[in-house]
C-alpha cells in the first residue's frame, strides 16, 4: 500500500474478543439493573458512530465515538475510528491525538502508523514530533519492552542452572548466559528510556485553528512564534494556564492552555467535543 495515501477503509468493528467482554458486561449489567436493556452495550455505540461516519457526519461520528472512551472500552480500533472522523472534520490536531492513542495500543499497526504520518504531513508550521530513537521505542508497548527484558534475563538464569546440572556444558553455558544477560541490561534501558520519556507525556498537540506562542506567560508578552492545528510540542514547563513549549531548533515559548490538548493527567487525548 502506498504509505503516502492515508487510509480511509469503512470503520473498524469490535474485534470477536471485545464482543464477547462487552455481552458479558451486558449480561453483568442486566442482572445488576434488573432491566437494563442489553442494547445499552458498547458494541451498539460503537455501531452507532460507525453508521454516522458512513453517512459523512464526521463530527457527529468523533463526537459518539468519544462518548465510549469513560465505558473503558477504548482499543485501537476505537481511536483510529475517531482518528479518521476528526481527520474528515479537518480537525487535525484531534485527529493527530488520536491516532497516537491508537499507535501507542497498537504500535505496528501499518494503517495508524500511515494514518498519523499523513495527517502530520498536512500540518503547516513549525511543529516537534517524536524523533527517530522515539520513535523506535514507540514500536513496541511498555509491557512488550518489559515482557522482552524480563525473558532475557530468565533465560540467563535458566542457562546458569543447566550449567550446574550438566557441568561439561558450564563453560559454553556461561558465554551464552552473558550474552543474555547483557540483553537483558540492554532492554531494561529501552524500558527505561521509554517509560521515562513517553512522548505523550511531554507533548501538547494544537487543537486551535493558530495560536500564538509568546516569549512569557503572559498576553501582553510579545509574539515569538504562530502554530497552527495538528503542531506537536515539546513541554518544557508550566506556569498557572500557560505551557513553556518546544517547537525544535530554538523556536521555544509560552502558549495558553486552552489551545492544546495536553498532557494534564499522563497522556494527551481528544477528550473534549468536536470545536
Do not use: H
Amino acid at each position: 500500500m502506498n504509505r503516502a495515501t492515508p487510509t480511509f477503509p469503512p470503520p473498524r468493528r469490535f474485534g470477536r474478543s471485545v464482543r464477547l467482554a462487552a455481552f458479558l458486561a451486558g449480561l453483568l449489567a442486566l442482572g445488576a439493573s434488573g432491566g437494563r436493556a442489553l442494547a445499552e452495550a458498547p458494541t451498539a455505540g460503537f455501531d452507532t458512530a460507525n453508521r454516522l461516519y458512513e453517512r459523512g457526519q464526521y463530527a457527529d461520528a468523533a463526537a459518539a465515538y468519544q462518548r465510549l472512551l469513560p465505558t473503558g472500552e477504548a482499543s485501537p480500533a476505537l481511536f483510529f475510528n475517531l482518528g479518521n472522523a476528526f481527520f474528515k472534520a479537518g480537525q487535525m490536531g484531534r485527529a493527530i491525538a488520536a491516532y497516537r492513542q491508537a499507535e501507542r495500543l497498537a504500535p505496528r499497526d501499518p494503517d495508524v502508523r500511515a494514518n498519523l504520518q499523513f495527517a502530520r504531513n498536512q500540518v503547516q508550521g513549525p511543529s516537534a514530533p517524536p524523533g527517530r530513537w522515539q520513535r523506535g521505542l514507540s514500536s513496541l508497548t511498555v509491557n512488550e519492552w518489559t515482557d522482552l527484558a524480563a525473558g532475557a534475563f530468565w533465560l540467563a538464569f535458566l542457562l546458569l542452572a543447566a550449567g550446574q546440572w550438566r557441568p561439561e556444558w558450564q563453560r559454553r553455558l556461561r558465554a551464552y548466559a552473558a550474552v543474555s544477560a547483557g540483553a537483558g541490561v540492554a532492554l531494561g534501558a529501552c524500558l527505561a528510556l521509554a517509560m521515562a520519556d513517553d512522548p505523550a507525556r511531554r507533548t501538547a498537540i494544537v487543537v486551535a485553528r493558530e495560536a500564538v506562542v509568546r516569549t512569557g506567560p503572559l498576553d501582553e508578552s510579545q509574539s515569538a512564534f504562530t502554530v497552527y492545528d495538528g503542531a506537536e510540542l515539546r513541554v518544557l514547563d508550566r506556569k498557572d494556564d500557560w505551557f513553556q513549549v518546544s517547537a525544535g531548533g530554538r523556536r521555544l515559548g509560552w502558549l495558553k492552555r486552552d489551545a492544546v490538548l495536553a498532557p494534564d493527567a499522563g497522556t494527551p487525548g481528544p477528550v473534549n467535543g468536536p470545536a
